[in-house]
């Protein structure tokens, strides 16, 4: 090319979460059975949409208003029905404006990275979920800017770690946090927030929080939404509809956004986005008009709690089988559907690997040599025991450990899959 034509960005863009996929897909072409515990998706784990939501959506389709575009923030009726919503929770007041919609929360956030100031950086967690961090990264040119989330105090966020990291670097202009967290399913109580809100309100900041889980709270585990505990600062809530109906292939997401009027710039951001937004003249109709009739259905929150209680129990099934592995710590998940194995560092460091076939071996050596050690040992996971999980090096962390989620539907399969875990790591780090 006469003219360099990648962007600065190009390196950052990496999502574990499927790049794993191609490699796992040719190794049972190669005849290696396989178990997919990577990808967050319900559906594609068995979980059956309840056929009432189903019906909804079934009788929406056979209507010609839903094939129409709707305005560009989105659809008028579902954004006040959003607004009522959050209005009665009784935090900060919004009203339809202050409601976006988008092609699922992935292009949300591509959007508000792609249009935030290069300069301008937004801490989030470590761990951290891959679409999130890699985005930040890619717009920024560098590596993405991350405060401790603490395994050993049930991966609450490392506060004091937080406020250093935004007293010392200006650039930060934001503060993001996941709640309930993807990959460790931690759940924020209320006074977590509210500090994180304070260091955000003294160092004159944003928060952005993806409540992507936020219907997934597990029985007994208190947190609350950003509305409630957001006061006068800007703020950005993101949500979607692909974990909770769930409709992950629905592509429906919105952002909520609080106190827009109260700073100019913010405000000036905002308008940047719904601008973008108009270019692309609007996001996928018929899942938005799903919205006020599926979670206004008096039958939503028995379905919510019905699924939050489910996970729950997976939750402890699966923490008390693993946590029996030498060199494994779990804490228990309070929310989402997705727990963290950390492992032992000495013993990932020397882990015995499991014995496969030669040309096995063969296929897996370049993606395994230079890479992070838990990289190595989910790779060999995949190819020596047909376990398919996310190494937590993909989550921008340097613990080592690995990802799984709670979404195999079948009660002996997800046994099976707990029990070989441990029968795998048990020879491997033992
Ligand atoms: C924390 C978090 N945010 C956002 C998303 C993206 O969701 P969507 O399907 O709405 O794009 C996911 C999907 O796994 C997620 O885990």
Not at 222 to 248: D, F
Not at 249 to 272: A, L, S, V, Y
Request: proline content about 6%; some cysteine; charged content about 25%.
């Amino acid at each position: 090319m006469r003219r360099n034509i990648v962007w600065e960005g190009a390196d950052q863009l990496r999502y574990e979460i499927r790049e794993i996929v191609g490699v796992a897909r040719h190794l049972e072409s190669m005849g290696i059975p396989m178990t997919y515990e990577n990808i967050g998706d319900p559906i594609q784990k068995g979980e059956e949409m309840a056929p009432w939501i189903r019906d909804i959506v079934t009788n929406l389709a056979s209507q010609s208003k839903s094939y129409a575009y709707t305005a560009t923030e989105g659809d008028y009726k579902t954004r006040d029905f959003l607004a009522d919503h959050v209005n009665r929770r009784g935090g900060c007041q919004i009203t339809s404006d202050d409601l976006v919609f988008f092609n699922g929360l992935g292009d949300a956030v591509s959007t508000l990275f792609a249009f935030l100031k290069r300069e301008a950086r937004v801490i989030g967690p470590s761990p951290a979920y891959s679409t999130l961090s890699s985005a930040e990264a890619a717009h920024s040119g560098y590596e993405h800017t991350t405060y401790k989330l603490d395994p050993d105090n049930n991966w609450m966020p490392d506060l004091e770690d937080l406020e250093n990291k935004v007293r010392y670097n200006d650039a930060i202009a934001g503060i993001l946090l996941i709640n309930p967290d993807n990959p460790t399913g931690a759940v924020y109580p209320k006074e977590v927030l509210l500090e994180i809100v304070d260091i955000a309100r003294r160092y004159d900041l944003f928060v952005l929080s993806d409540e992507t889980y936020a219907s997934i709270v597990y029985p007994g585990a208190e947190t609350c939404h950003l509305s409630e505990v957001i006061g006068e600062v800007p703020g950005i809530a993101m949500r979607s509809i692909s974990k909770e109906y769930p409709w992950p292939g629905g592509r429906c997401g919105w952002i909520e956004i609080f106190n827009r009027q109260r700073d100019e710039n913010f405000d000036r951001f905002i308008k940047t986005l719904i601008d973008a937004k108009r270019l692309e003249v609007c996001s996928t109709s018929l899942p938005q008009m799903s919205i006020p009739l599926v979670i206004g259905d008096p039958r939503y929150p028995e379905h919510l709690a019905r699924r939050a209680d489910k996970f729950s129990k997976r939750a402890v099934e699966a923490v008390d089988i693993l946590n029996t592995i030498p060199g494994v710590k779990v804490n228990l998940p309070k929310g989402a559907f997705y727990l963290t194995v950390l492992m032992d560092k000495d013993r990932v460091a020397d882990f015995r690997p499991l014995p496969m076939k030669p040309e096995i071996a063969a296929y897996l050596k370049p993606f395994m040599e230079g890479a992070p050690r838990d990289k190595q040992l989910v790779y060999n996971l995949l190819g020596g025991a047909g376990l398919c999980t996310v190494p937590l090096s993909g989550f921008c962390s340097d613990l080592p450990g690995f990802r799984v989620t709670l979404l195999e539907n079948d009660d002996a399969r997800r046994l099976a899959i707990w029990e070989k875990l441990k029968d795998s790591l048990s020879k491997m780090l033992g």
